[in-house]
């Protein structure tokens, strides 16, 4: 490494983050997406911002609390926070002004924005029949004035915070605070149409309107109300009972978690400042607390369910999922798995088969077990159908389900105890390891099949996320399999493994060898390069060795979604280093790594990112991809990602998240020209059968 520091040359893993976000905020402005497609990238802006809210900035700010109590420096972890809550406040400004301008260019498209000002009596009519029928059972208002103390206040929603006023002669003023149920009614409250034109209101500017019904019984006139919004520290609390099960104490500490630390107030930067003061006192926050002024509307994550409006010309041209010519046709999915290996890139290829394929085994007679490692899960998860039927057919089967899978605790808890009930053998993971492999093993009396993916088995994301599975009877990989699990089963079991690199023991030095060995093949002269495609580069081991390697002269392309502490916007080190991100309708989740080894290339997919948590602190699975058809494929989905000049955005340290410019002028988006492809793969099919 050369004479730049550490510190230099490896940007903070928090602050990457923001960058990465902001290029989601991107998309919400790019005027080449469809409208509609706009307002949902501002819904997961505001989702992913409440998340790294609850865990990133909670972390921060416990850190900077240990580091006082214990007298030791807090200077880096206060400047990454004030980094933060700064980025924060200058990507807020644009998000309004991107919400602003999105609102005219659709009024611009018949369908317009109402509020609680601009009502005609028809549309007054009939939001006093909605109160009537529907919004005046779900609102609970809380009285604050005559409170001490706020009630444990829900971070999941936004509230109202409402200022009354008796406008005689004692001007006699109480404050009230209004949950918006957006649980029980959607947040957008959509008119009958008028004349073509579609007119939808937040449910946030009803409440407003119907406020002099909801306090009717008050002898308050004049009526104002504010958005402000909660978070919380999502830092689950653990009883060390020793009688209570992993069960019992996931379960617990999922409910107090509601309960947790203010990390983040935002409000109307309209409220009153003596309004403000009065809720900060109510909600005991402290002088170190973030308050963050915003705008009228808040919890904007609400646009990711947009409702449907029949304006598929405002949204992504339909792209069903293809067909695996080979899936479709065959009677035994099983049996095509043995003559040789299968993959599927989700969401361009039906997640069916996997689904069929647990279905078959289900109640082939050869079968003798079934293995599963289960992270997230989907609302009505067929795979779970396929297990439950797998165990009442007589064959043993065993789920490894992730308890701590974040903010997906209490549906994997209710999973289990379904899947308990019906006979599955399940396993709540390992004491200290979340098992983040996505595994699953089909036992027979001959040829077994085991299938390893870079995403969960969730018919879900699989519809939304960009993942790919190798399906495969190779006995040694099948093997290394079967041991995982029996790791899983029994922690203290010693095993090795000859194919699979699992974590937490093994994958850092595989990796590190890998790249090692490009480093000693450049100097020796021969091909020396690697590939990534993954979600979180932020290991500084890791970095500091592509560092090295770069400058040995290894070629180094990087295709990283999320987190990325590597600079490249310096000279030396990074020189031999790209790295891009690419943001599109599909959030890109596959995880691939190709090395050069010389003229035999090597490749892996799997579970792991390259974070600390991945290498030494999870149950994490890669694969080695033998068969020459599915590292063509592995190889396209980076080249075309590295080629991409629409939706790919330079990730170099400085958060400029500047356009992918290359050498071929020709526009090249790599989602729409990999669905091509596979389209394309099944046309030269059909042809060849014909």
């Known amino acids: 490494m050369s004479s730049l520091t550490k510190k230099q040359t490896i940007l903070n893993r928090d602050i990457s983050w923001m960058y990465f976000n902001r290029r989601i905020l991107d998309e ?4 080449q997406n469809p409208l509609l497609e706009r307002l949902k990238f501002i819904g997961i802006y505001s989702s992913n911002l409440d998340e790294f809210f609850r865990v990133r900035v909670a972390t921060l700010r416990r850190m900077i609390e240990i580091d006082k109590s214990v007298k030791k420096s807090t200077v880096e972890s206060s400047k990454t926070l004030k980094t933060i809550l700064n980025l924060n406040e200058n990507y807020n400004k644009d998000l309004e002004i991107i919400l602003s301008d999105l609102i005219i260019e659709l009024n611009s498209e018949n369908l317009t924005f109402l509020n609680e000002t601009n009502l005609n009596q028809n549309q007054i009519q009939y939001i006093d029949q909605f109160y009537r029928q529907k919004l005046s059972s779900n609102l609970y208002p809380l009285l604050i004035t005559r409170m001490d103390q706020l009630p444990k ?3 999941k929603n936004s509230y109202l915070a409402v200022l009354m006023t008796d406008e005689s002669e004692s001007g006699e003023k109480e404050f009230a605070l209004i949950q918006i149920p957006t649980t029980a009614l959607s947040r957008f409250f959509i008119f009958p149409d008028e004349q073509e034109v579609t007119k939808v209101m937040f449910l946030d500017d009803v409440i407003r309107f119907c406020l002099p019904k909801i306090f009717g019984s008050l002898k308050y006139t004049q009526f104002q109300a504010y958005t402000i919004k909660i978070t919380r520290d999502s830092e689950m609390d653990f009883d060390n009972n020793m009688y209570q099960s992993v069960l019992e104490k996931v379960s617990k500490a999922v409910k107090n978690r509601k309960y947790g630390n203010p990390v983040r107030l935002v409000y109307d930067r309209e409220i009153p400042h003596f309004f403000l003061k009065v809720i900060e006192k109510k909600l005991n926050l402290g002088k170190n607390d973030p308050r963050i002024a ?8 609400d646009f990711i369910d947009f409702p449907e409006l029949k304006r598929d010309d405002l949204k992504y041209p339909k792209q069903e999922p293809l067909i695996m010519p080979d899936f479709e046709i065959s009677t035994n999915l099983m049996q095509l798995i043995r003559i040789k290996d299968r993959y599927l890139h989700y969401p361009y290829h039906k997640f069916e088969y996997f689904i069929r394929l647990l279905r078959e085994a289900a109640i082939n007679p050869e079968v003798k077990a079934i293995s599963i490692s289960i992270y997230r899960l989907a609302k009505n998860s067929k795979i779970i159908d396929a297990l439950i039927c797998a165990a009442l057919n007589g064959k043993k089967v065993t789920a490894i389900v992730e308890l701590l899978a974040r903010f997906d605790e209490s549906s994997n808890i209710d999973w289990a105890q379904k899947m308990q009930d019906a006979g599955i053998n399940v396993v709540f993971g390992v004491d200290g390891l979340k098992v983040h492999s996505k595994i699953a093993l089909i036992k027979t009396k001959s040829k077994s099949i085991a299938c390893i993916s ?15 599975s190798i399906f495969t009877a190779n006995p040694k990989i099948v093997k290394d399999v079967e041991k995982v699990f029996q790791f ?14 699992v974590s937490p023991n093994y994958t850092r ?13 450049a100097k020796k002269g021969v091909p020396a390069y690697i590939y990534m495609k993954i979600n979180h580069l932020v290991d500084e081991k890791i970095i500091l060795l592509l560092y090295k390697a770069s400058d040995a002269g290894v070629k180094i392309k990087l295709l990283v ?15 031999n280093i790209e790295v891009y991100g690419i943001v599109d309708r599909y959030l890109e989740h596959s995880r691939i790594l190709i090395f050069a080894n010389g003229s035999h290339e090597k490749y892996f997919i799997g579970s792991a990112d390259l974070m600390v948590r991945n290498l030494d602190n999870r149950i994490e699975v890669y694969t080695p991809i033998y068969d020459p058809d599915i590292q063509i494929q592995l190889k396209n989905i980076i080249e075309f990602g590295l080629k991409d000049n629409i939706k790919s955005r330079i990730v170099d340290g400085s958060g400029q998240n500047l356009i992918h410019k290359t050498n071929d002028l ?3 988006r790599s989602q729409s020209e990999l669905y091509n492809y596979y389209l394309n793969m099944n046309q030269i099919y059909q042809t060849k059968q014909n």
């Open 28 to 31: 919400a402005a790019d005027p």
């Open 561 to 575: 979604r999320g987190n990325c502490s590597i600079k490249t916007n310096f000279k030396n080190d990074g020189e």
């Open 153 to 155: 206040l829900n971070d």
């Open 454 to 468: 870079t995403g969960n088995f969730h018919e879900g994301t699989a519809s939304l996320y960009t993942d790919f």
């Open 294 to 301: 915003g705008s009228r509307y808040h919890n904007l994550k």
């Open 488 to 501: 899983i089963e029994h922690p203290y079991s010693n095993l090795t493994y000859n194919e699979l690199i």
């Open 509 to 521: 030095k595989k990796i590190t060898t890998l790249i090692q060995n490009e480093i000693k093949n």
């Open 666 to 668: 020709t526009p090249f």
